[in-house]
């Protein structure tokens, strides 16, 4: 069965610094690429980032282009969102999500972690 | 970016009636679109992908066609289960990009 869970999330202030981690089991880590993927409270769904299998190729969104950098370690089967210069804006519930083997879809979805930045 | 827009924003529907969500992009994605069911609190759930593929264990309720600009989700006959939100995203293109949501309540 595959699972994703995500942890790290918390209460930071603006400006500030988080990382964010998903453990992943029930499947071959390297053969998959993943994503993260935010939603604000009430609003709808934001990709962020992906990154490939091996780990050699990413796509950022322009919202979090130099602010963000996602990265994954393929011997603990462990996807990491580092989160910098946080804004009020940055506050949602992130997902980490398993991509399709061949197109960049969302078959498995973490159950989400929360990240509350204040101001 | 290739932007989506999706039709109603809420939905108000009784169970067993039919549903039919839309959703349209601002250039062609040709068949590289997916739905995603989301309850309140949970993840989203994948439904469809290429247009009109049903994910795995997704009942046969749910379909999807359309392909270039514009698209459908259709649930036959809604049942209690299926009140939620419904996103469709492409994948045609980088960034990924989502449509806002519709909303399906129980009138």
């Known amino acids: 069965e595959v699972q994703l869970l995500e942890s790290g999330g918390g209460l930071v202030q603006s400006g500030g610094s988080l990382r964010l981690s998903c453990a992943a089991s029930?499947?071959?880590?390297?053969?998959?690429?993943m994503g993260w993927v935010r939603q604000a409270p009430g609003k709808g769904l934001e990709w962020l980032l992906t990154?490939?299998?091996?780990?050699?190729?990413?796509n950022y969104a322009d919202s979090v282009k130099g602010r963000f950098t996602i990265s994954r370690d393929n011997s603990k089967n462990t996807l990491y969102l580092q989160m910098n210069s946080l804004g009020s804006d940055d506050t949602a519930v992130y997902y980490c999500?398993?991509?399709?083997?061949?197109?960049?879809?969302?078959?498995?979805w973490g159950q989400g972690t929360l990240v509350t930045v204040s101001s | 970016e290739i932007v989506m827009t999706q039709s109603p924003a809420t939905l108000s529907l009784s169970p067993g009636e039919r549903a039919s969500l839309s959703c349209g992009a601002s250039?062609?994605?040709?068949?590289?679109l997916a739905w995603y069911q989301q309850k309140p609190g949970q993840a989203p759930r994948l439904l469809i992908y290429?247009?009109?593929t049903r994910a795995t264990g997704i009942p046969a309720r749910f379909s999807g066609s359309g392909s270039g600009t514009e698209f459908t989700l259709t649930i036959s006959s809604l049942q209690s289960e299926d009140f939620a939100v419904y996103y469709c995203?492409?994948?045609?293109?980088?960034?990924?990009?989502f449509g806002g949501g519709t909303k399906v309540e129980i009138k």
């Open positions: 999500a398993r991509e399709n083997w061949d197109w960049p879809y969302f078959d498995y």
């Open positions: 029930g499947f071959t880590f390297t053969n998959f690429a």
């Open positions: 990154i490939s299998g091996s780990g050699g190729a990413t």
């Open positions: 250039q062609s994605v040709n068949s590289n």
């Open positions: 290429g247009a009109s």
């Open positions: 995203q492409q994948y045609n293109n980088w960034p990924l990009t």
